[in-house]
């Protein structure tokens, strides 16, 4: 190789270094600035709305027994299903299920409004409260109670959320003492939640 093509060759190869660092200097910063939240939120910190449009705060979760389900109202069959087995298990209930609180976290609060929260939930028993957190109210909740969800791109632009399908079942400090498996057999769901209404102050 001459002097002059090797004088070509690291040019280029300097000008392809200077153009990877202004890329980097100007599409990761805003990359990272997008998918992340500007300031960590605290679980105890944590507020949303919910279906009726009023404040839901993380003290919103103390006082009584809850059962915390995180989905979302485009879910094809886990949701539906799931909320069709607590309204089931909490009619079996009777009177005790009014000593608990169930909440209903939206994982997409990207499309499911309080609105359409609170129309959806209209389908079930009228307990099961509809909680809408920003995005980044989002991440502390599930992170506090390690709860994974994620969203799935689809054709056309339209997406998903996969997410765990497990009920939680808290004690009235909002801390977990169990859990109720997807589709958990209503011997074992009613066991359960007569230990945690027996936790009710």
Request: glycine residues 4%; hydrophobic residues 40%.
């Amino acid at each position: 190789m001459t002097r002059n093509r090797q004088m070509i060759v690291l040019s280029g190869l300097l000008v392809l270094g200077i153009l990877s660092l202004v890329a980097c200097l100007f599409l990761w910063p805003s990359r990272a600035v997008s998918d992340s939240c500007p300031t960590p939120v605290k679980a105890s910190e944590t507020y949303a709305t919910d279906e009726e449009g009023h404040v839901f705060t993380a003290q919103s979760l103390l006082g009584s027994p809850i059962l915390l389900f995180f989905g979302f109202t485009h879910c094809p069959e886990v949701c539906p299903t799931t909320l069709n087995d607590i309204s089931r298990w909490l009619e079996a209930l009777g009177k005790d299920a009014d000593k608990l609180k169930i909440v209903f976290v939206t994982v997409d609060p990207e499309r499911d409004t309080p609105e359409q929260l609170k129309n959806y939930l209209s389908s079930f028993d009228k307990r099961i409260r509809g909680v809408v957190p920003t995005p980044c109210n989002l991440t502390a909740i599930t992170k506090k109670y390690h709860i994974f969800y994620e969203k799935v791109q689809l054709e056309h632009g339209e997406y998903s959320v996969d997410h765990d399908a497990s009920i939680l079942l808290l004690n009235a400090n909002g801390d977990k003492v169990g859990t109720l498996n997807y589709q958990e057999s209503d011997e074992i769901a009613h066991a359960k939640l007569e230990r945690l209404v027996a936790l009710a102050k």
